[in-house]
T-cell receptor, first 112, second 116 residues
């Protein structure tokens, strides 16, 4: 078994601020993902990474940067926080992307 | 482009009965994978069950089973002997087979409420 941890659990920022969310997994999974979930909605893919130092854009990548410096960690940066960005950001990982993805507990972003 | 549609926004059932929820998908790939996830009230997202497009048999895990109707592009989730703890939002998701690493496309979810 393994676990995915996301920090912080709650993130409050000001409009226009640069904000970073972090994700760590100890599954030893190759592929990691960032999704955004708006209230009452499904999940939408922001970025994913097949391996260390690899980055692939998802449907929602505009306004975000990502970084995968180690196999076990994947960071997401909101380059300029906007009020319509208030959502829960979920990190996930999987074995080479073939099988099901396992999700972290999420970071709830509030922009004032 | 791939698309996943869950038309039922909410379902209420009595404990110990069976609940069925629908999901239809669109894809141009001949190979794809279909998943069901559960999101609890705390926000935790848990993988439940997977169906591979090339498999004819419906997947079953515990009290979760699937009704895979490939000609109709439909993958229904069936929960038998429901318990109060099954109250959650259930998401259908799909990944096309061409790019094994790409993310999942999710439906909007179906909220299931199980009452005593």
């Amino acid at each position: 078994g393994g676990i995915i941890t996301q920090t912080p659990k709650f993130l409050i920022g000001q409009e226009g601020q640069k904000l970073t969310l972090k994700c760590q997994q100890n599954f030893n999974h190759d592929t990691m993902y960032w999704y955004r979930q708006d209230s009452g909605k499904g999940l939408r893919l922001i970025y994913y990474s097949i391996t260390e130092n690899d980055l692939q854009k998802g449907d929602l990548s505009e306004g975000y940067d990502a970084s995968r410096e180690k196999k076990s960690s994947f960071s997401l940066t909101v380059t300029s926080a906007q009020k319509n960005e208030m959502a829960v950001f979920l990190c996930a990982s999987s074995i080479q992307g073939v099988y099901e993805q396992y999700f972290g507990p999420g970071t709830r972003l509030t922009v004032l | 482009a791939q698309k996943v549609t869950q038309t039922q926004t909410s379902i209420s059932v009595v404990e110990k009965t069976t609940v069925t929820m629908d999901c239809v998908y669109e894809t141009r790939d001949s190979s794809y994978f279909l998943f069901w996830y559960k999101q609890t009230a705390s926000g935790e997202i848990v993988f439940l069950i997977r169906q591979d497009s090339y498999k004819k048999e419906n997947a079953t895990v515990g009290h979760y089973s699937l009704n895979f109707q490939k000609p109709k592009s439909s993958i229904g989730l069936i929960i038998t002997a429901t318990q109060i703890e099954d109250s959650a939002v259930y998401f259908c998701a799909m990944r096309e087979g061409a790019n094994y690493a790409q993310g999942l496309t999710f439906g909007l979810g179906t909220r299931v409420s199980v009452f005593p």
